[in-house]
């Protein structure tokens, strides 16, 4: 069953070599798990459960499988899926014989993600059954794939117009259950992906072999020397894995050997019935899906369950609210951060081993912070003048980094490419301060961030102020020009509809003025404008790119 | 306090560079731990106790002084030194400036120490004071030593005929705290040491950034994701720093912003006096010193303090007792394995998932094994012709290995070189078994075992099961030439004293055969020869090298 490793004395080219100079691939994770761990489980659903030894013998007949379709190096092959225990599959199959894994995010639009196939030049397409109707939409369009692959749950294939088409388990029931990856360079394209940026075309980034280990590695150790997650754990994927490696979990759990859970599409009964039957002890997610989990009708059923549940947030910050009813029902919650240009993970809200004796309370106001570095992450808040903000949670700076797991590039963009990366130091466009610890917050994105004066204005901070007001539903601060500050700060309020015409701009100055801990004077906004409802993009956040050009002049005209 | 770390965009070589090619260097791994850990302890004796602040302070204190000596990229730098603060210092200082840390061992011959000094041709020697007498009998013989540093806990420099001399506070004291550390190349020298090996000079082995940067990486994920050894853990250096970077546990330690507890030579009071005080929670060991440490006349007064300590024994084999005994004190005590050649951890006895429900008797039967393979390490048992022996914990193979962190090259040896990476695998002369759970388990050394009828006989498990017989004080079992089977083994015994003249060659026999699961009637010794001694190593290993000879032809001569 276990397929013997290579007694070879072959290397990159064929050339000879006595030493064998090793490289950090994909390969060896999953060589090494199944070496060590034949017996642990990977279950998908209450439809799949199976071994690391079935997922290895699975993952080489895959690889002879695509090697048929013509797949050979370089090549680029595209996912659209949930998180299933066939996509963890191809997370292994594709980069391991030297091929590229595109995780295609299915939440774009039909036109973006037409455009992405395309750049990306994907050849074969595996695409779960309820994402056909996209890709059938599309199909006209698609210039590079010649192979489409659907991802089904049933027995039998969905009717379907796209050709040449098979079904998953039929493509690899026939091929070989042997087949020798290749030594591979570790600095090779293993996996890349496309950012959902609110501005332009969606930009693509990529990953190679070696930082894709590396980055499993900083996360494991992060997990098991930081926030006691080990081998021993149960795992269940949450964060979907067309975005970003699902943060780097799959890859981390199978280098531990943990038991892994694929809950397929999000569903809160789901979640519920796996956590509780598989009794899952960590997990990931966005703080939506915790609100929704934690606000969800049977939840009362499932508490005990909950209790233990280590619980990692990122993509947006943790509300204390809910860090602190999570922790009341026993769970392990805590902020972690990084951006697809970032693999991602560059920092996690843990502790420091002087803090294990304070309070509760006071260990919240850590937990819902952007966090510390991780291991080998050179992360700097940084003023523009590249010079280190100070440690005093006041002053604001852009996050720059450096880590062995950041992508090289935008994908043929080498203008974008150039920003990323101005100095030597990859942008994150994130702004940020710093506490007297070291714990990093953001307060804003780097566009949205209103400069008066040659200061900094947080745009978030004031939005979370103003949103404690309780004749506020909605709320948007956005820069508008400014003839002697440069910009100033304007807010749009939403009123709940009992507040319409009961509240005045000077309510909410007066509002604001009572926490001048958060907001100093000059930060309340020139204007409080009541409007009927705030722009969103696709993914349901503020559109500040439609609002600022809109009100960009509005402090001239008055 | 705290250097601002550099927002230069220049790199190897000086080439500009808009993405920064992140290189795994040793500089990274202390300047985060700086960064996110300031004010966690480092200890030494009740003598020093600092900050990782002012350990990095003190670490660019002394890279400007070596500068001054003429230390530069490539330039050796050795030490003769005990388990101190001070050698921490030289871990990061040496390497992170480019030139190359020796750490030398005291423990060899006067002869070897002059030879690996001036094989090495090292530049600088670090010498703690109890080390002079050595140095000073040797000093006439060294070749390349420019610079001689005294280490000592005095307040004065002691007496010495070297020079020229410096002691190591007033050569810092005077220099700037702040050193820009360059960039290096990732596959740059850092580290150098010599084998001990029984037979020839000792052999030098190095390791690069990269190499000891993936070793503390792959440490702290077994420590962390196995082991539960965590950041919040207290650390006690016990094996000796200038045996293969102990272990690897100081830079592991340091990456993960552990407190550091240095005990200087090991002495079992300050054993305990250092647990006690500084509540140690970890530490690793050889077996003869945790039996020291147990057969100690204090240890009733310290047996609190040693419970929920963790223990990694390596060097030899983990007698069941000596396990068993101190798990029921409290502590957590498991084998680890490694080579001078192999940075050097390769396996440790962890448990898997599965297991944590098993009786503690069936625990200790695992934990007192090799071991399974860290991450990345692919650890393999070959039979001669490079096939994987079965999982039946009786077919006997060679362990060999490939892992990012394995020495390429014995330096300035490239016979012995090719012997050791026959094939691209790097042979470690170990012969081991392997259970149905994938654990192995070392039987032999290559050279030692029997080989009979081309088959093999371990000369070790032969020797464990005689010694319980209550008459034997002593045991050797070595292969004698024999025309038939090409090679039996003969056993040398050292009866106890009240037993002499009372037992016979057949009694041994008779108390073999009631072994039969251990030991197969045809691995039974052709003689049982009562001799007066053993003749042993300088480290107290029994010499087979003296007796092979010596027996060869005994089973000619009757």
Request: aromatic letters at 8%.
């Given at each position: 069953m276990y397929k013997k490793f290579r007694y070879n004395n072959k290397f990159l080219g064929g050339v000879f070599l006595s030493t064998y100079e090793y490289q950090l691939t994909l390969t060896k994770i999953l060589e090494r798990a199944v070496d060590v761990f034949p017996d642990v489980e990977i279950v998908y659903r209450n439809i799949s459960r199976y071994t690391y030894t079935d997922l290895y013998e699975r993952v080489q007949k895959l690889a002879n499988a695509l090697e048929k379709l013509g797949v050979k190096e370089g090549v680029k092959v595209a996912t659209l899926d949930w998180n299933t225990h066939r996509h963890l599959e191809l997370y292994f199959a594709v980069p391991c014989m030297g091929a590229v894994l595109h995780m295609a995010n299915p939440r774009l639009s039909l036109e973006e993600i037409a455009y992405i196939l395309n750049h990306a030049e994907d050849e074969v397409l595996f695409v779960n059954e309820t994402f056909l109707p996209i890709v059938e939409a599309i199909s006209n369009k698609l210039k590079t794939v010649k192979h489409y692959v659907v991802i089904t749950d049933k027995e039998k294939m969905p009717e379907t117009k796209l050709k040449p088409v098979y079904e998953y388990e039929e493509l690899i029931?026939?091929?070989?259950?042997k087949y020798e990856f290749p030594e591979l360079n570790?600095?090779?394209?293993a996996t890349m992906g496309y950012t959902t940026g609110t501005t332009g075309l969606p930009k693509g980034v990529y990953f190679t072999h070696r930082q894709n280990v590396l980055h499993a590695m900083g996360v494991a150790i992060t997990a098991g020397c930081y926030l006691k997650i080990t081998h021993y754990d149960t795992i269940l994927h949450?964060?979907?894995?067309?975005?970003?490696?699902?943060?780097?979990m799959p890859y981390m759990a199978t280098m531990l050997g943990m038991k892994q859970v694929f809950p397929g599409i999000f569903d809160p009964k789901i979640f519920f019935e796996l956590v509780k039957n598989e009794k899952v002890t960590y997990t990931c997610m966005v703080p939506t899906i915790l609100d929704m989990i934690l606000k969800h009708p049977e939840i009362d059923n499932y508490k005990s369950y909950l209790e233990g549940l280590t619980v990692i947030i990122g993509g947006a910050a943790l509300p204390r609210a809910l860090c602190e009813y999570a922790r009341k029902l026993g769970m392990n919650v805590l902020s972690g951060y990084g951006l697809?240009?970032?693999?991602?993970?560059?920092?996690i809200a843990y502790l420091k081993?002087?803090?294990?004796?304070?309070s509760e309370e006071e260990k919240i106001e850590k937990w819902v912070k952007t966090g510390l570095p991780l291991p080998l992450v050179n992360l700097r808040v940084v003023d523009s003048q590249g010079n280190d903000v100070r440690r005093d949670e006041k002053q604001m700076g852009e996050i720059v980094v450096r880590a062995p797991w950041l992508t090289k590039e935008y994908y043929k963009d080498p203008e974008k490419t150039k920003a990323l990366w101005a100095g030597g130091w990859m942008h994150t466009g994130d702004i940020a301060v710093v506490d007297k610890d070291g714990y990093v917050k953001i307060v804003d994105r780097e566009k949205d961030v209103v400069k008066s004066g040659g200061e900094w204005i947080s745009t978030l901070t004031l939005e979370d102020v103003i949103l404690r007001?309780?004749?506020?539903s909605e709320v948007a601060v956005v820069g508008a020009e400014h003839e002697k500050w440069g910009e100033r700060p304007i807010a749009l309020i939403v009123l709940k509809p009992d507040y319409k015409d009961k509240v005045s701009e000077d309510d909410f100055r007066e509002h604001l003025k009572k926490f001048p801990e958060k907001i100093p004077k000059w930060w309340i906004p020139d204007r409080f404008i009541f409007v009927e409802s705030i722009p969103k993009t696709s993914v349901g956040k503020i559109d500040k790119k439609v609002l600022k050009p809109k009100y960009k002049d509005i402090l001239k005209q008055t």
């Open positions: 029931d026939s091929a070989s259950s570790e600095n090779q394209m949450v964060v979907p894995m067309y975005h970003v490696h699902s943060w780097g697809s240009e970032t693999c991602p993970v560059l920092t081993r002087t803090m294990l004796e304070w007001h309780p004749a506020v």
